[in-house]
Each structure stands twice: as structure tokens, then as C-alpha cells.
């Protein structure tokens, strides 16, 4: 069921799901519908909340839910619940915080927010996140800025050639936000290796932040343009 709520003039919508429940505790057809809503909202969502339980933290099952979001492409932040008991469980926000920064690699920079939802302590923190991701989620480069970045980033680190082909990139923009998208058009960019890419992406979060958001980047042929 969704439900909207007006956080200092900034209308949030939230797309609750039925949960996901860990097997043997449901019924094949039950679990089966949930896990098609839980995929459904993370599909209609701009940012999605993973929530952990403290007294188990990051399960398998979190983890495939964290991957739904990786394919979806969406933002996300991970909230830590329970977190009232982290001093019986021996826990700390450092530790745990890195823990769950491992174990969700491909949702680069998520935040962490630690939670009591029986006595709301931190749930404040919540909305301002949310907010903050979502301008990260839907931010747009100037052109010029992106162009900057990446050439800056080609001299300082040259892309290696192989025998007498060698990739070339002649521009980079920003094709789209939600997620951020850019495009680059290249001789023979199939010989830019997923490491290169990977390290353009890098330098691309080092400058403009992009926190806990997906980058997507596509590689076009000069003969596309």
C-alpha cells in the first residue's frame, strides 16, 4: 500500500511491500507472491530502503534483495533496525557500517542508518537521507564539467592499446538521470576493458559524489554518433 508524507515541504511517496519471508516460514505460493512485489516496488521506486535486522544482520536473503536493486538500477539506503541492541550483541556503528559496505559492493557508497523502530531513535535520520540520495539519484553534470573529469582522468592514467588498434574516446555527457547515465563515444570501444571502465566510474564518484547511487555507463562507436 502506498502512503505520501510531506517532510519539510518535500512530498515522499512509499511503496510499502508485503516483506520477504526467509523459506520454510511460508507457504511456496505466498513467498512467491511477496518476492514479486518486493521486485515490482524496487522497480517503481527511485530509492530503495534494505532493512537489516541487527540480531541477524546481512543474511543471504538480504543480499539477493540488494541484488534485485543492483539490477533495477535504482538508489538505495540501508537501514540497521534493532539497533538498541547492539551492546548485547557486541556490535559498533564502525564495524557494522564497513560490514555492510563488503556485503553490498555493487550499491557503491550506500549509506547506513541505525534504527529503533520500537522507540524511533534514529528514524529522524531516515527522511534527510532519503532526500539526500534521491538528489544524488537524479543529478544532472554540465557537460563541460563531465568532459573535464574524464579527460583529466585519460591523462593521468592512459587507456592501454593493444597491437595496432587502440580504443580512443572522443567525448563523454551525461545522457540521463535516474539513473545517472553517461555516454561515451569511442574508436574501438570494445577494447576498453572493464577495469578502465570501472576506474572511469571511480573518477567520475571521486568528483561529483553520486552517493549511494548507480552509474551506468555505455560505450557508443564512432560510426553511432
Known sequence: LDSQFDYEGTLIT???TAGLRRRGKA????????AIRTIGAIERCYVAILVLDATEFVT???THIGGYIDDASRAAVVVVNKWDLAKELDLNRADAEEEVK???KF?????VVFTCALT?????KLLPTL?????????????AEVSR???DAMGDNPMPGFGSRRPRIFRCIQSRTSPPTFEFTARNPELIHFSYRRYLENRLREQFGFVGSPLKLSFLSRDDE
Open 14 to 16: 512509499f511503496l510499502d
Open 27 to 34: 507457504e511456496a505460493g505466498i513467498e512467491k507472491y511477496s
Open 60 to 62: 543471504a536473503q538480504d
Open 102 to 104: 563488503n556485503r553490498f
Open 107 to 111: 550499491i557503491p557508497d550506500v549509506p
Open 120 to 124: 524511533g531513535r534514529g528514524v529522524d
Open 131 to 143: 532526500i539526500t540520495v534521491y538528489g544524488e539519484f537524479s543529478k544532472q553534470i554540465p557537460r
Open 149 to 151: 573529469v574524464i579527460f
